[in-house]
């Protein structure tokens, strides 16, 4: 307020007594409108509209470098992104083509020591895909019945996987749908592998969602995160199946996290790898009640 008085020419007396008043009078002036804002708010609402208006034009002239200015920052940004991003890929695309001729010498030198072996070829995969539509997730039983039977070459014994790992083993089919005994019921024996010190154990579940690791030697020196896998002994499961990771070492066997959340599967994956004559068939309930009766009757069969 002072510079503008000097601006303006004003004597000291005169400027004194505009300083004095200046105070009040905005004060007064500030009070005034919020008061008649108050008392008439459709007339200060088309004031400010109108003031808005007249305003947009220079604001939007005003906005426009400093959005401009924003693209090309996000457009550095993106530059500098995409080329970091091209010298990552690059990076690994030089490193994928190096495991590519390892792989490719691995490969031939497998099918050489193959033919030196005379070793026979395992039979190949065939698979059907089914969905789930039930889950005995209880206290006493961990199966999931899935929507295809005898009708579609569904067998007992064959394995259920999904794209992560091993969920289990169809235990019961029928003509159109099967029950699918999963790695975690209590009744599932599964002999795997522990990759990392290479030690064969039997993956038992207890209806838990962890299985545990049981007839292991002592000081095998398993860790948490060790990856575990089908050992193929027993004949029903193929070598090298992915099952899961220990989770912990804690207690009287080690527990096992198995790759596939049982209870979100939708879809399952019935693998047939030519090993479903490995289980023994179950004995018919009408033959087990036949010999109870003739135990009981003391005849013989056949004999009348």
């Not at 005034?32 to 003031?51: H, N, P, W, Y």
């Not at 209880?138 to 929507?147: E, I, N, P």
């Not at 099967?178 to 064969?200: F, K, M, W």
Request: contains cysteine; glycine residues 10%; neutral net charge.
């Amino acid at each position: 307020m002072a510079r503008a008085c000097e601006v303006i020419g004003l004597s000291p007396p005169r400027r004194a007594a505009v300083q004095r008043v200046s105070l009040p009078l905005l004060v007064f002036v500030s009070a005034t409108m919020i008061v008649l804002g108050k008392a008439d708010q459709i007339l200060f609402e088309s004031l400010r509209a109108s003031v808005t208006d007249t305003a947009a034009p220079a604001l939007d002239v005003l906005s426009r470098p400093v959005a401009a200015l924003g693209h090309l920052v996000d457009r550095a940004r993106d530059f500098v992104a995409v080329y970091q991003d091209n010298a990552r890929l690059a990076e690994e695309n030089e490193r994928l083509l190096t495991w590519q001729q390892a792989a490719l010498g691995l490969a031939s030198e497998n099918a050489r020591l193959r033919e030196l072996l005379k070793l026979t070829p395992e039979p190949p995969a065939t698979f059907i895909t089914a969905r789930v539509i039930a889950n005995s997730g209880g206290a006493y039983v961990r199966s999931l019945m899935v929507y295809a039977g005898h009708e579609n070459g569904v067998v007992r014994g064959q394995a259920a996987m999904t794209g992560e790992g091993l969920v289990g083993r169809v235990s019961e089919v029928g003509s159109r749908a099967a029950r699918v005994l999963l790695v975690t019921d209590l009744n599932s024996r599964v002999p795997v592998i522990v990759e990392g010190p290479q030690q064969r154990a039997l993956l038992a579940g207890d209806n838990s969602e962890r299985p545990n690791l049981r007839y292991l030697d002592a000081g095998t020196g398993i860790k948490i995160g060790d990856r575990v896998v089908t050992s193929g002994q027993g004949g029903v499961f193929p070598p090298g199946l992915p099952v899961g990771i220990v989770a912990s070492v804690d207690g009287e066997a080690p527990r096992v996290e198995p790759y596939v959340e049982m209870s979100r599967v939708e879809y399952l994956r019935i693998v047939d790898y030519g090993l479903a004559n490995g289980l023994p068939n179950p004995v018919p309930v009408a033959s087990r009640s036949g010999r109870r009766a003739d135990a009981s009757t003391g005849d013989q069969p056949g004999r009348r």
